[in-house]
């Protein structure tokens, strides 16, 4: 999925609750929004897996995407020719945060 279009997933739900970005994610309508959904579930888990938080104190202090790598495929065309397609991918990170008192 290109950085783009989970950039424009991400910048709604940036400094949110955790459970308000799950809302959010749930009912937004693009497809990026899945790989994020369970990206934050993730985060959430290892939060109180490895440190004992609870879920409903955090919320996004930080999340980025970077470009990654290029897919490179080709389309078959005419008399033999390949047309090249480029899919790109990125790399999401998520910091989660306990909410202040």
């Known amino acids: 999925m290109s950085p783009h279009k989970v950039r424009r997933v991400i910048s709604q739900i940036r400094g949110r609750s955790y459970e308000q970005a799950l809302m959010i994610l749930e009912f937004m309508p693009y ?13 959430a888990a290892n939060a109180n897996h490895n440190f004992g938080l609870s879920k409903t104190n955090l919320f996004i202090n930080e999340i980025q995407v970077d470009k990654g790598t290029f897919f490179k495929r080709f389309q078959p065309r005419a008399q033999g020719r390949g047309y090249p397609i480029h899919k790109p991918t990125c790399h999401i990170t998520i910091v989660l945060n306990i909410l202040p008192k």
């Open 31 to 43: 497809r990026a929004c899945n790989p994020i959904l369970q990206l934050l579930s993730s985060a």
